[in-house]
């Protein structure tokens, strides 16, 4: 190696970007590999495709909170927005290419985003939540009042007439899973970098204190938006995806408020300003339903009690698992990542 | 440190939570030989109070097949379930898990519970040829085969529902020639639901000469004052009206409010159930509505499940006044339905469980006729059906019935919906969907091969 490789010790201490790198190419080499040849349609379409969208569109929304600092409700309206582009550029300009399609649904979700954020000039708090609010019922009035936008379909679903790419179907699953994820790594490569930017600094100058951030130089109103636009912009492809490569027809419906705290929570579990800590919360999303499902079929505890009941303990199951999580963990799981990969470094001693 | 420990903790339960609640169950198990019939669920969740009794009713029925009549030709139903809270993404992965068997027991047939879900796998199920089957409320353009041929909205479907009620009014009005003049306000939800009906109105308005007014009331619908002035202002005879939960109640007593006569408004299937009167108290007494689920506890297999399953304590139903209700009685007419679909199958195939192949098969020829609904003890309670390569609905008749103000009373038989005036306007919007997904319409010589 050459000269100006750091010593190990003080490798250690920038902490930011080789934690991120090193998850992303784990995501990249292992999971684009492998996964296709060994997981069953089960796997694929259940589980890895769902994490892997919701992951992203974590990843949207966590630049805007944990990097930026800023708030939004608003985040299954931009999911929506991407969606029912993507839909309509595949229906009436077929002959555009499939990644321009996604990135134009990106954009235009963007674009919505950049609107929806301008009261973040103004307002801060609870006060800019309910302003972007104000975009997810926005959104889902727009496309169940204008038929136009699911082309006049009976009921108002949108499902993808084609999913190709240089003549390849896309449609059976491992093409989708692979869509998504290499959109999905793309995209992750983007925000790592755009984090470690001159923005990204900025974003967090910004969360940390705005009026310190305002009288270094730091261009607070523009920034701010900046953040709102990718945001919605990453939402919008991650909207697109799972509107076709994991629902296969989704409408307005598909993209409400619940949507909207999904993405809110798998921040929160995932982690805050972390970027990997995305698709672990996204995982725990996914994963921590069926699995509790899985518990009770184990246990045969439906011999023991009805099923109205086991279902509903299931959800307070669910509830108490994110309160636990997070009173003990509360910079969510990647923290708890980061803890035991210290420990692993100088495992068998305590560092 | 207690923090370093419980992070340890965390990593071992994520790992496991990977590990074992991923995957199907193994294919092996202890269902092996029994017909797969998955159930999905929404005992949770906003449409809880129609779930529950509804799940009753079906479970009930299947129960009773499996206890007391031993099975379908001895081949026992295996029902698990899978909670979706009516969430379109938990029906997906419902829909994953079971789509292949479970257990060692195969899936013939797959019921999605929910229009939502039922629209979302209408590709995906083409794609793995699994038969999906939904009464009463599919999109009506389904009924093509040749296009849908893993699609089946049995039973009725809303442009049918629409027919029904115009021929009611008419044997009211005294005849379809008197229907002329005539004025039928259509009061819906404003939602795909709701506008399914607009396009058949209109061409129903066209050939009989009675005057179509459409008013839509956004979701939930809890505020419907303007909407019922503006109907008292057309001076409409008739009120169609398309609801969906709350908007139901809301509507009988914003009617009763403005004065406009309750025996006048004619609800949607889904707008004719206990929950959708009881809550508008008194008022709602006269009340007209659209049922393909009949409600009541005479029907002779009702009475058998009573004996067998109610009165014995395995019912499904923890409050078992919920018995003989329309939600009830719908979960017991789709047993019916499921389970007639795999004797048509095993009689093609023998008696063993059925492959989705041989599902679809046994879906297409399903031919419910009066005597076999005799046989069963539920004549009155289940229309005759009779499904075809070409025609996936292979119903189309409802009744009327009324709400005495305790309970809801059938005024009328069978009335048959007018499916041959919608034929070929629906046959056209199937084959623009072939079009659109590059579908290539079977032929017959293609059915006859499935």
């Excluded at chain 1, 972390?274 to 994963?287: K, M, R, T």
């Excluded at chain 2, 529950?52 to 479970?59: A, D, K, N, R, S």
């Excluded at chain 2, 969430?87 to 229009?115: L, N, V, W």
Aim: proline share 5%; charged share 15%; glycine share 10%.
């Amino acid at each position: 190696m050459s000269s100006t490789t750091a010593p190990a010790v003080a490798q250690k201490t920038i902490s930011l970007p080789r934690s991120a790198l090193r998850p992303l190419a784990v995501l990249a080499g292992g999971a684009v590999l492998l996964l296709p040849a060994f997981a069953d349609e089960y796997w694929l379409n259940s589980i890895l495709i769902p994490t892997i969208t919701m992951g992203l569109a974590g990843i949207g929304l966590n630049l805007l909170m944990g990097y930026a600092g800023l708030v939004s409700l608003g985040s299954a309206a931009f999911m929506s927005i991407g969606a029912f582009t993507a839909y309509n550029l595949l229906l009436r300009a077929a002959w555009l290419p499939l990644p321009f399609t996604l990135v134009v649904a990106g954009v235009v979700a963007g674009v919505a985003g950049l609107f929806f954020g301008l009261p973040s000039l103004r307002i801060k708090g609870f006060y800019l939540a309910a302003s972007t609010l104000g975009a997810q019922f926005f959104f889902e009035w727009l496309f169940t009042n204008f038929a136009w936008f699911s082309n006049h379909s009976l009921t108002l679903t949108i499902s993808a007439p084609r999913l190709e790419i240089f003549g390849i179907d896309l449609r059976p699953a491992p093409g989708r899973y692979l869509l998504v994820v290499v959109t999905t790594v793309l995209l992750y490569w983007l925000a790592t970098n755009l984090v470690r930017s001159r923005i990204g600094r900025d974003w967090m100058a910004i969360r940390d204190m705005d009026k310190a951030a305002a009288v270094i130089g730091i261009p607070i109103a523009s920034r701010k938006l900046l953040a709102y636009a990718i945001s919605a912009f990453y939402a919008g492809v991650a909207g697109a995806l799972f509107a076709f490569a994991y629902l296969g027809t989704s409408d307005a419906h598909s993209f409400d408020l619940d949507k909207s705290f999904e993405v809110l929570f798998i921040v929160l579990i995932g982690g805050s300003a972390s970027l990997f800590g995305n698709f672990l919360g996204a995982a725990f999303i996914v994963l921590t339903p069926i699995f509790l499902t899985r518990l009770v079929e184990l246990l045969d505890l439906s011999t023991l009690f009805d099923n109205g009941f086991l279902i509903n303990f299931e959800h307070v199951l669910f509830g108490l698992t994110i309160v636990v999580l997070l009173i003990r963990e509360p910079d969510g799981l990647a923290q708890l990542l980061r803890g035991i990969r210290a420990r692993w470094a100088v495992w068998p001693l305590r560092a | 440190m207690t923090a370093r420990r419980w992070g340890a903790a965390m990593a071992v339960a994520l790992a496991a939570m990977l590990v074992f609640g991923s995957g199907p169950a193994p294919a092996a198990g202890a269902h092996e030989g029994e017909q797969l019939y998955p159930v999905l669920t929404y005992r949770t969740g906003p449409y809880a109070p129609s779930g529950i009794p509804f799940l009753g009713g079906l479970q009930d029925y299947i129960r009773y097949v499996n206890e007391v009549q031993g099975g379908v030709n001895g081949v026992k139903i295996y029902t698990p379930e899978c909670e979706t809270a009516y969430s379109i993404e938990r029906g997906i992965e419902c829909y994953e898990r079971f789509k292949r068997g479970y257990e060692g027991a195969p899936t013939a047939i797959f019921q999605p519970h929910s229009s939502g879900l039922d629209a979302a796998l209408l590709d995906k199920a083409r794609q793995d040829r699994v038969p999906v089957f939904g009464p009463g409320g599919g999109q009506a353009h389904a009924f093509e085969g040749r296009v849908f041929p893993y699609s089946f909205p049995l039973v009725l479907d809303y442009w049918s529902e629409a027919s029904v009620v115009v021929q009611y009014i008419a044997q009211r009005a005294g005849g379809l020639d008197k229907l002329k003049g005539v004025k039928i306000a259509t009061l819906y939800h404003d939602s795909g639901y709701g506008r399914d009906t607009i396009e058949p109105l209109r061409i129903l308005s066209e050939k009989y000469g009675f005057e179509d007014i459409q008013i839509p009331v956004p979701h939930p619908g809890e505020q419907q004052q303007t909407q019922w002035q503006q109907i008292k202002q057309a001076n409409a005879d008739w009120v169609f009206l398309r609801g969906w939960g709350v908007m139901n109640p809301v509507a009988i007593k914003t009617a009763a409010r403005v004065g406009f006569p309750v025996d006048h408004i004619i609800g949607d299937i889904w707008s004719g159930s206990e929950d959708d009167t009881r809550p508008a108290g008194a008022v709602a007494k006269g009340y007209l509505a659209v049922s393909v689920f009949p409600p009541g506890t005479d029907y002779k297999i009702l009475q058998e499940i009573k004996k067998t399953i109610i009165d014995t304590g395995k019912s499904d139903l923890k409050d078992t006044s919920k018995f003989g209700t329309v939600y009830y009685n719908f979960g017991v007419i789709e047993g019916i339905l499921a389970v007639e679909a795999f004797r048509t199958g095993q009689a093609k195939f023998g008696h063993r469980p059925l492959n989705t192949d041989e599902g679809q098969w046994a879906l297409e020829h399903l031919d419910l006729t009066p005597a076999r609904i005799e046989e069963i003890g539920a004549t009155g309670l289940v229309s005759p059906i009779k499904v075809t390569w070409l025609d996936h609905v292979g119903g189309g008749s409802a009744k009327i019935q009324q709400w005495t103000g305790t309970e809801w009373k059938p005024l009328t038989g069978w009335i048959d919906g007018d499916r041959a005036l919608f034929h070929d306007v629906l046959e056209q919007k199937a084959l623009d969907y072939a079009k659109e997904k590059g579908i290539t319409p079977r032929t017959s010589e293609d059915a006859l091969i499935n």
